[in-house]
């Protein structure tokens, strides 16, 4: 395993977490020929598990930045027939109420995809040489030894070292609990019901739209899509006032992430709506549970000890709203790594100082950290609209819901977000302070 001194000319950065983040970090800091990577990551085997998971066009940007085509085309990602970032319909009608147009985006390959979440981390893999790669390691404490270097302990009793440890453990994060014990997580109210099958169980079914589609109805929402490889999901879910002992009994608690739910939820929710979705709710065989928890108040800082830093949801957990976990994923990732470029050049890295990482992972923070902030205020101020309604049993009209849909999700500022301009205002600020 990966430990100081094993490479003594090179600054040792240990990433636990082999998610879209953790990969992603992998495959941009190994560019930096001052920097050795070893990931730590819990899971006994890399399997190909998880839904649909979109990358809109920063993500997909910032992959093709680090030369990573084969991970977002076609074969690996789904993009419809039409250059439109998001198609609304009407729950009852299956009319088009809304669109969402890219401002910026003239490149197919930039046009956002919708991909099984296991696809696209085999695809980052083949980037990432296995021997990197420690499997069964669960990380249960970290530490910032005498400001010199991070030591990680695991489940397993082992132990390793390292110059920098990156957080990339996901929701739960385990280096989040190190240094942060205190910060909770909250259960929005929502549970969402995917499933995920052979598209072949789609023919039968007349106007299916070939491009991603959200159906939006008064009190819940219904998403559709092709992925590659001839696979196709739905995901549909209930919302519900996330105090309410009964929802929580049932849909927090009882609906862990990724178990198998029972596949008459889904089907009994949608039994009114239009003919596409009642029948793609009957042909979806099966279903899993994935109940949306997000942070309860954003982090107040996100370096640790000097040495330690978070990315993706172990960062900023945001309850996928605005399906844009996998692109702040990789934005993060990526601002890591021009972060240190930007402070430790590559012939200095391993003596560089402990003023330097802290450059290096404050320019990270100051670039990513503002933006994630942002999305967290617009993530609760929308729950808690949302509860306020569940709470006052408030109907939606639907002149309310046409309305809602005409203004789209106005959510450009993310999909569109440009990780490199940022890191550019990031780093000219640092300079004047
Ligand atoms: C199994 C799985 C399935 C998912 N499926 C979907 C999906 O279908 N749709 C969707 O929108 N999002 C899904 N997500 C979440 C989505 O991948 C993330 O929101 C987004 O990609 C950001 O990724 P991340 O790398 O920050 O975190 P994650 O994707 O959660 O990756 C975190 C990684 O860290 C590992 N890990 C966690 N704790 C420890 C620890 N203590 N020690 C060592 N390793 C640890 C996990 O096993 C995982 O490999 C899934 C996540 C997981 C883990």
Redesign the pocket.
Known sequence: MGSLGTEPNVLQVAI???????LTAAIALRKHSGIHVEL????TELRE?????TLGPNGLRTLERLGLEDCISDKVGYRGPNPISRFYRHWKTNEIIGEDFYEDVSEPLHYTARFH?GHLQQALLKHVPRDIIHLK???VSASVESEDYVKMEFQDGTTATADILIG???????VRKSFAPDFELEWSGHTAF?GIFDAALIEPIEGVPLDSTHWWGPDTNFFATRLAQNLFTVQGGIYADPQDPVAIAKFRDGGQW?KEADIQLLREKYVDWNPVVKALSEVTPNVRYYPNFFCGSSLPTWIFGGRVTLI???AHAHG?AFAT??SL?IDDAYALYLALMEALPASTAKKSSSKSIQRALKLYEDTRRPHAVKLLKVVHANNEMKTRKIITATQETDEELRARAKRGSNTTWLHEYDVVKAFEDARVASLKA
């Open positions: 636990v977490g082999t998610g879209i983040a953790g730590y990551e819990k899971a598990i998880g839904a649909s998971i979440r390691k669960k990380l990339a453990d996901g929701i739960g994060s385990g995917r990724d993706g949801d172990a996928g976990g996998g994923a």
